[in-house]
T-cell receptor, first 112, second 111 residues
Framework: NAGVTQTPKFRVLKTGQSMTLLCAQD?????MYWYRQDPGMGLRLIHY???????AKGEVPDGYNVSRLKKQNFLLGLESAAPSQTSVYFC???????????FGDGTRLSIL | EDQVTQSPEALRLQEGESSSLNCSYT??????LFWYRQDPGKGPEFLFT???AGEEKEKERLKATLTKKESFLHITAPKPEDSATYLC????????????FGKGTHLIIQP
């Protein structure tokens, strides 16, 4: 029972490079989310999806894009990485609106 | 603006010493308040959901309560394995669907 799986677990990028973070869930959840966690700050919502083919902006969406082509997958893209995007990125999923969100173990991303 | 404030930021207890963590919130229509546990290098692990004032939930040594302005996570006779960061989050009534998190309370239980 994998739950929410994030790949990769660690990554180091240079400023200006691009990359995609992958989130996969096997719980048949409709809703999926991307958060970032920085020292001294709470988790902040980047983008979310309420179903296959849908995406919406969260609190801190600038510099990120997302896609939800399949129900079980939610991709987070950085087109031109900046040092300010150094963070730990968490993906979460939930069965429906207002239900508990279940988190993956994160991707630790450093931008040099 | 929705806000969640957790206190204290850090708490060190002796094994068996009971205490409470506080989560105060201001939201435009609370749809749910969530407590999570986060271990180093891991993602948040869901503990409880509370939906209305007066509601209480229990799990082993943990008990969560909710009022109209705050929630408490009571820890009774804690053990070293209860050491973790405890996160409080609210699901606001309007706006984005995601949760608004507090900064967490880092709890250390010493043997």
């Amino acid at each position: 029972n994998a739950g929410v799986t994030q790949t990769p677990k660690f990554r180091v990028l240079k400023t200006g490079q691009s990359m995609t973070l992958l989130c996969a869930q096997d719980m048949n959840h409709e809703y999926m989310y991307w958060y970032r966690q920085d020292p001294g700050m709470g988790l902040r919502l980047i983008h979310y999806s309420v179903g296959e083919g849908t995406t919406a902006k969260g609190e801190v969406p600038d510099g990120y894009n997302v896609s939800r082509l399949k129900k079980q997958n939610f991709l987070l893209g950085l087109e031109s990485a900046a040092p300010s995007q150094t963070s730990v990125y968490f993906c979460a999923s939930s069965y429906s609106w207002g239900q508990p969100q279940h988190f993956g173990d994160g991707t630790r991303l450093s931008i040099l | 603006e929705d806000q969640v404030t957790q206190s204290p930021e850090a708490l060190r207890l002796q094994e068996g010493e009971s205490s409470s963590l506080n989560c105060s919130y201001t939201v435009s229509g609370l749809r749910g308040l969530f407590w999570y546990r986060q271990d180093p290098g891991k993602g948040p692990e869901f503990l409880f959901t509370l939906y209305s004032a007066g509601e209480e939930k229990e799990k082993e040594r943990l008990k969560a309560t909710l009022t109209k302005k705050e929630s408490f996570l009571h820890i009774t006779a804690p053990k070293p394995e209860d050491s973790a960061t405890y996160l409080c989050a609210v699901h606001p009534g309007g706006g984005a669907d995601g949760l608004t998190f507090g900064k967490g309370t880092h709890l250390i239980i010493q043997p």
